[in-house]
């Protein structure tokens, strides 16, 4: 199946650099569901195995959102512009050419820094784009930074 960048690129353009969107986030909503689990199975008290079945189910909750999001993200340069897509239902697309991008910045928290992934913000003149969980923004910024 063809994602929006494939659908959308002309027949002379060439894909320069495709973003990756890391799966790394989705262990923060794991995590606790294993945790739970396990004590559940070891502590035999009622209310905590109610406690444990209340956070994973929130956990899960969380889990089908993050997979949602982190797979309605692509996000690409072209030897002519930079094309992105983000969102399933609410969707919010970039096409523009290259020499429209005004600025480009990268922001990482903890868990981005150690896994090194973060959220890439594209201004193109008035607008404002961000993309989430890329894989090494900063190979995506220096590859986009070399067109401009």
Request: with cysteine; hydrophobic share 50%.
């Amino acid at each position: 199946m063809k994602g929006y960048i494939e659908s959308n690129i002309y027949d002379d353009e060439e894909i320069i650099y495709r973003a990756r969107v890391s799966i790394i986030p989705l262990i923060i909503y794991v995590i606790p569901v294993i945790l739970f689990v396990i004590l559940t199975s070891i502590v035999n008290n009622i209310w905590f195995s109610v406690l444990a079945v209340f956070v994973m189910i929130l956990c899960i909750i969380g889990l089908i959102r993050a997979i949602i999001s982190i797979s309605a993200i692509e996000l690409a340069i072209t030897d002519r512009r930079i094309i992105g897509k983000r969102g399933f239902i609410n969707i919010r697309v970039l096409e523009a050419p290259l020499n429209k991008v005004t600025a480009v910045s990268i922001k990482k928290g903890l868990l981005g820094h150690i896994f090194n992934y973060g959220h890439i913000n594209i201004d193109v003149f008035s607008c404002k784009y961000e993309y989430g969980f890329i894989q090494k923004p900063e190979v995506f910024k220096q590859e986009l930074m070399k067109l401009i």
